[in-house]
């Protein structure tokens, strides 16, 4: 499902960004649109936010679709769910893997 093409693709993309701020989830759905226009404008709004926080190009469109190859998508990934773990780990204030950052137990 990361790696393939289509909706539910792009519906966890939005899902992890809605993780790190859960106004983008209402920045990236927009509510009166056609299905298929509707798959378009989030894939752009979800570019757009991709590249303001420099998890790619500002025209990587193809890698929000997940038509590109596997270490970039690889890669992408990571960069994503690494910001989505700290995020979650630093809304936690009772969270033992902030007392060490960096250490894997």
């Known amino acids: 499902m990361i790696y393939k093409p289509g909706e539910p693709r792009i ?6 960004f809605s993780k790190l ?5 209402e920045y990236i759905e927009p509510r009166f649109a056609t299905a298929e ?7 752009q709004r979800l ?4 590249s303001m926080l420099g998890l790619c190009r500002y ?11 596997g ?5 992408f ?5 690494d910001l989505v773990c700290i995020k979650d780990a630093a ?7 902030m007392r060490n950052p960096g250490v894997i137990r």
């Open 11 to 16: 519906k966890l993309l939005q899902w992890l």
């Open 21 to 25: 701020d859960s106004k983008l989830h």
């Open 37 to 43: 226009s509707k798959l378009d404008s989030r894939v």
């Open 47 to 50: 570019l757009f936010v991709t």
């Open 59 to 69: 025209d990587d469109v193809d890698l929000i679709r997940g038509v590109t190859g």
């Open 71 to 75: 270490s970039r998508q690889d890669a």
């Open 77 to 81: 990934m990571d960069k994503l769910i």
């Open 91 to 97: 809304d936690d204030p009772d969270n033992k893997a």
